[in-house]
Structures are given as structure tokens and as C-alpha cells.
């Protein structure tokens, strides 16, 4: 499930991607993939980082592929990377987890060539005030969520922090549904039968990408997405000399 749309990122054969907060690594193999880019991947967690090396690993020997890929462990909000370092940077699912968002924004942008764009996605406000009121356990906990974002305070966050937006996207409605079934059934719950036959179904849909389902998924995005994407560049009245 890719929150984080490469095409528009316009990433090009031989660009440098940073995957700042990449979980599993999602997003890196759909880059590593299918973009000849190197990748370079970052996340706190460390069983996420042996997940996503693996994939990576396995994508190299079994394509052929001879772009390069590196990960480590690493806080987002302190990056360990000069200036100036990436052509663009992937940011999914990642700020809404941190209390320092305004300092991980700064380092992502400090890090990013004055020319390239940056992908950041958020879980949309209404979606998660809805998981927020039916569970406890969705939110307030280490490594959970610790806050929500209304588009609008996402886009005045990027904006202080000086990116020029140049797209907005909204996504994934049908797993809000999911994460609501979760809500309801319990979160810490993930095998209950009701959400379990509805995962079964994503899954399916996922594989299957049938236009109807992508068709119907479009139309309720504009009720209730599970993400908010933004693209942006650094503004000209910020560029560093």
C-alpha cells in the first residue's frame, strides 16, 4: 500500500531517496524497484529495519538490480546526513508518531537538494478522531499515535518550516474502514473475526487492483481517507545560498 505516490515525486533513474521513518520499507521497495534509485532507509525500530533489508536484499538478487540501498537505525528529528544530501525525500505515517514534528521537518528539508521534493502523509483527521473515540488503545501509547493533523495544520507545519506545496492527496478510505473495525472490535485484537475477513479482502484488492474498487475507493477518499499526502520544494525565499 503506497501512501506516498513516486511518480509524484517525480523521482528519476540515479536519484537519491531518503525513506526518513520507513517502517517495514513499503515505500523503499516500491522505489528500489521500480525507479532504479538508490535508497537510502531509516527507522528507530529495529525489527523493521532487518524486514525491510531483507525485501530490499531479496528485490537485488532476484531483478539484477544495481542500484545501492542502505539502512539504519536512526531519529528522524536527528538526522546524521549533511546538506544537501538527497534528490527526494519519502516521509509516510512518520510525524504523527513524534512530539518533536516541527524539528523532524527542519532536518528533513536541511537534508534535501535545494532542486529536489518531498512526500509527507499523515493519517487525515477525520479517520483518526473517529479511531481516537472508539478505542483507547489507538492512540497515547509508546510508538502509537500522539496527535492528529487537519490538512490545514499539516500545510501551515510545512509552510513555517519553508516548503512550497505543489500537491495534495488524499487515500487508502477503504482501510479506514479497517482501523474503525479494529477500533471497534479491539485494536490489540487483530486476528477477531469481523476485521480479520475485512483484511482478507484488502489483501485481495491490493493484488487484484480492479478498476470498480479503485474507481469507488476514489469517490470515498473525498469522505474519509485513511492518509493525507502533500508534495512539496523547499520555497526560493529559504534556499540556502
Known amino acids: 500500500m503506497i501512501t506516498v ?7 528519476e533513474d540515479g536519484d537519491i531517496i531518503l525513506d526518513a521513518g520507513c517502517g517495514n520499507g513499503r515505500h523503499s521497495w516500491e522505489v528500489y524497484d521500480k525507479k532504479h534509485s538508490s535508497v537510502i532507509a531509516l527507522d528507530i525500530d529495529t525489527v ?3 524486514k525491510n533489508k531483507y525485501v530490499l536484499h531479496s ?9 545501492s540501498y542502505h539502512l539504519l537505525i536512526a531519529d528522524v528529528a536527528k538526522l546524521p546526513f549533511q546538506a544537501n544530501s538527497f534528490d527526494k525525500i519519502i516521509c509516510s505515517e512518520v510525524l504523527e508518531h513524534i512530539s518533536q514534528d516541527r524539528s523532524a521537518i527542519e532536518e528533513l528539508i536541511r537534508v534535501l537538494n535545494k532542486d529536489g521534493a518531498i512526500g509527507i502523509s499523515v493519517p487525515h483527521y477525520l479517520a483518526e478522531s473517529i479511531c481516537w473515540q472508539l478505542s483507547r488503545d489507538y492512540y497515547g501509547f ?8 487537519k490538512t490545514s495544520e499539516l500545510l501551515a507545519l510545512a509552510d513555517t518550516a519553508g516548503l512550497s506545496v505543489y500537491a495534495i492527496r488524499h487515500k487508502h478510505a477503504f482501510h479506514s474502514l479497517y482501523w474503525i473495525l479494529r477500533c471497534i472490535f479491539g485494536v490489540k485484537r487483530e486476528n477477531a473475526l469481523i476485521p480479520s475477513l475485512y483484511n482478507k479482502f484488502l489483501k485481495w484488492d491490493l493484488r487484484a487492483n480492479r478498476k470498480l474498487f479503485r474507481s469507488l475507493e476514489g469517490l470515498l477518499n473525498r469522505l474519509c481517507p485513511k492518509s493525507v499526502a502533500i508534495y512539496a520544494r523547499i520555497r526560493e525565499d529559504v534556499q540556502p545560498e
Open 5 to 11: 505516490e513516486p511518480d509524484l515525486l517525480r523521482i
Open 48 to 50: 523493521s529495519i532487518k
Open 59 to 67: 528485490l537485488k538478487e532476484e531483478r539484477g538490480i544495481k542500484s
Open 142 to 149: 509508546p510508538g502509537g499515535h500522539i496527535r492528529k493533523y
